[in-house]
């Protein structure tokens, strides 16, 4: 195998494929990324298993064809250091290594087998639906927050997708939170269905995703989610988690005591401010909220260093019932920084001190954002 492609298309497929390498050592192969030469095109794979990225550089100046099997991190830590704009990398089959030419300057690669990289599901591909990057990216930016990192029930180390009706819905929850976001416009073409992936992935997914017009496909493959461009230069795959996921329509409420508008650049400040107060590690961090007709005071104390009361006065109520709660003050900055760059004012509607509030972007219905209160002594 011996090819000669540009740098910078290289490095950059190298730092997308990367992201599903293992960083683990148990099983060498699964940390390392498949470099394959082919015809006119270079194709570089990444797999530890749960997650799997195809990558096609295209044109490559294609000498031989061949494979070869790569520690991924060392291979896209070295093109992306390299000075010049081509790369010419050729296979040593004799001594098991991968050569790298770059101007003047030369390295080798020790390689792993091929033949024990797992083969991805990217071959049999069911279509589910087509949706835009940019969309895709703000969904899972929108949810991802709520998503649990580790839980007794893996459903909510997971981001919901479901297929229903006419539209699509992403759902993220840890039990304490709730995000929900739906769309009309994003339906599946085959039969309606509900399948959960691993947030994790889910992340990595959007940092690879474009911010132009560009579509990407849904598609189905065993027990694995596929993530495909339509000319098929990538492909992401993951494996979905099983298990049902609870009714998060019945967890949103419907009956309100007050909802208030309050000013989002106001608001979030408020909260960054309180969230510098040192608090004590085995409890969890929280303000005190006061919403009044008029006006909204935020309160956090630290026995160590003190207390700092923040007072809004840009606040507009529904009614004149005043309702004081307390929310952990990640949870709720999390929601407040993202539909701050949307709207000048945030919607902020109450069930009751221990019930669950519902956060809003006022002119937008179809991003839910549910928190629970906080019972303090």
Known sequence: MKFSVNKNLLSQAA???????????????????LITAEK?????????????????????????EGSALVNAKYFSDLVRYLSE?????SLDETNNKLNVYNGFSSSYLNLYNPDDFPEMPLNKVTHISTIPQLVLKN?????????????????????????????LTMVASDTHRLAVIRSEQIKS??????????????????RILEDGDSEINIGLAENHIVFYTTEQDLSCSSRLIEGQYPNYIQVIPKNFVNTFLVNS???????????????????????????????LVI????????????????VEAESKQAVELNFNTRYLLDAVKLLSQENKNI???????????????PEDDNYTYVLVPLRTG
Not at 17 to 33: E, F, N
Not at 147 to 163: E, N, R, S
Not at 283 to 293: L, T
Not at 300 to 311: H, V
């Open 189 to 206: 073409e085959q039969l309606p269905g509900q399948y959960i992936i691993p947030v994790r992935i889910m992340s990595d997914i959007a």
């Open 299 to 314: 309160s956090a104390f630290s026995e160590k260093m003190g207390e700092m009361t923040e007072i809004i006065k840009e």
């Open 85 to 89: 704009e081509e790369v010419t990398i």
């Open 347 to 361: 919607q902020i509607s109450l069930s009751g001190p221990l019930g669950p509030a519902v956060i809003r972007n």
């Open 139 to 167: 969904f899972i930016r929108k949810t991802v927050i709520a998503a649990a990192v580790t839980h007794f029930k893996p459903v909510f180390t997971g981001i919901l997708f479901d297929f229903s009706g006419d539209s």
């Open 265 to 295: 650049s106001l608001l979030t400040q408020s909260l960054e401010r309180t969230s510098l107060m040192p608090f004590d590690q085995k409890m969890i961090q929280y303000v005190k909220m006061n919403f009044e007709p008029e006006q």
């Open 15 to 33: 730092s997308i494929v990367q992201r599903a390498a293992s960083t683990k050592d148990t099983i060498p192969a699964l940390s390392g990324m």
């Open 40 to 64: 006119d095109r270079l194709i570089l794979q990444g797999t530890d298993l749960d997650i799997g990225i195809k990558k096609i550089i295209f044109p490559a100046d294609i000498v031989s």
